[in-house]
């Protein structure tokens, strides 16, 4: 795995912060990060607490708990925005990644659903802040138009994946960046994913305590139903991370050097025994074999999301209690419940175009500033998204009697469908670089 891996020491340049101008641009930042979650926030909602299963106490306990982080991510998100036009989009690619890992509802090893955050990237690329921000409203529009989540539980569901996640991944980052860049984004992003769904667990624990054994017996079984089913999705998450961060580092470098992720130069601790697109090859099968094993081993599994599963443990835990807000909008409410696997399929396409789209943007400058012809580019990412696309193909053809696992199916089609993104951006990319040397 380490020979996969970017390798590099690295040490923390400071980076000035600039002063917040005016109302009018932290309006814009907002108004331009929703417009983003429109098109790009998918509907898996594994480690969403739903609408009305949290005590109103507790729902505005976590509301004023997650409040100021947001307001504080509000304040450098718009900071982010004034550098330079390379910040701004590996901002937006840090929040379309968010986005599409949310719409993946993987299968995992104890026959549930569950789906990774993506939030890790942003955070270690721009602070915990931004993705505050956008992970926020990718939560907020999932309660209100997908009805995933909720609007009474949204403070707690903020806390979990847009403040603990983000917050998490940076500071493991920074404390494990001297063993080398790529492994420490891989742990760190890791370890935010299990952060993110613990945090969960603790939440409803708090909430629901069993009657015998109090918190503890509680948080036992909600880990139970979160923390173990997301071991292997964390996993995949932290190899999906490493996938893009190569990208960044190997096309993108500046980016990382302004923010202070890595030094400048960059000293390599072990030269990369393959190129970076046969890197991201590698680590894509890995993580696509850790979301198909879970097939072999659970064949008769009912592949139900681990939502569901923590609904029917407070139930359990606390027979009598009754939710006390219902969702703003429901799929089934309009009769549309069948359709759902087809807006899974359609964000996830939004979302992964955005993202390929940014990333071959990035390859094209980097290859036109270094005076490289894009022949071998543009083969290589014919074979990726080829690739890709028969195996969009090919999942077309599989039916399945379980909803979750069908949206898994939908969303991962949407996915590779949207990786034709990268032959967009890669032209703009090249003239946008052809543009600047005139300049």
Not at 131 to 138: A, C, F, K
Not at 238 to 255: D, H, K, S
């Amino acid at each position: 795995m380490t020979t996969l891996m970017l390798e590099a020491r690295t040490e923390v340049a400071g980076v000035p912060r600039r002063p917040f101008t005016t109302r009018y641009r932290r309006a814009l930042v907002v108004a331009s990060a929703a417009a983003l979650a429109v098109f790009s926030t998918g509907t898996a909602s594994a480690m969403h607490i739903a609408e009305g299963f949290l005590p109103q106490t507790w729902a505005l306990v976590w509301f004023l708990a997650s409040a100021p982080f947001v307001i504080y991510g509000m304040r450098v998100i718009g900071t982010q925005v004034q550098r330079s036009p390379q910040q701004k989009l590996t901002l937006g690619m840090s929040g379309a990644f968010s986005f599409v890992l949310s719409a993946l509802k993987i299968p995992s090893v104890t026959g549930s659903c569950s789906h990774p955050t993506g939030v890790a990237l942003g955070a270690i690329l721009f602070g915990p802040g931004p993705m505050m921000v956008l992970g926020t409203i990718v939560l907020l529009f999932q309660a209100i138009i997908l009805a995933h989540g909720g609007l009474t539980t949204l403070g707690a569901n903020v806390f979990s994946m847009a403040v603990v996640g983000p917050i998490v991944g940076y500071w493991v980052f920074r404390a494990l960046r001297g063993f080398g860049t790529g492994p420490a984004v891989f742990v760190a992003a890791t370890i935010s994913d299990l952060a993110t769904y613990s945090t969960t667990a603790v939440q409803l624990a708090l909430a629901f305590p069993a009657e015998v054994g109090g918190f503890e017996a509680s948080l036992a079984k909600f880990l139970g139903i979160f923390a173990i089913t997301q071991v292997p999705l964390a996993v995949s998450e932290g190899l999906l991370t490493l996938i893009i961060f190569n990208q960044l580092a190997q096309y993108n470098r500046e980016v990382l050097e302004e923010q202070g992720v890595i030094a400048s130069p960059v000293v390599a601790l072990a030269a990369p025994s393959m190129p970076v697109w046969q890197r991201t090859i590698a680590l894509g099968v890995v993580a696509v074999a850790l979301a198909t094993v879970p097939f072999l081993f659970n064949k008769n599994a009912e592949w139900l999301g681990a939502d569901d599963r923590s609904t029917a443990a407070i139930t359990e835990l606390a027979p009598t209690y009754q939710p006390w807000f219902e969702s703003v909008f429901s799929l089934e409410y309009f009769d549309l419940g069948d359709y759902e696997r087809y807006l899974f399929e359609f964000q996830s396409v939004l979302g992964a175009a955005v993202l390929s789209g940014i990333v071959g943007w990035m390859i094209g400058r980097r290859r036109a500033l270094d005076g490289a012809s894009g022949e071998s580019d543009v083969r290589n990412g014919v074979i990726i998204v080829g690739t890709a696309i028969l195996i969009g193909i090919g999942t077309q053809f599989i039916e399945t009697d379980f909803g979750e696992l069908q949206a898994f199916l939908s969303a991962t089609q949407g996915v590779c469908f949207g990786l034709v993104g990268f032959f967009v951006g890669y032209p703009v990319g090249r003239k946008a670089a052809v543009t600047h040397t005139h300049a």
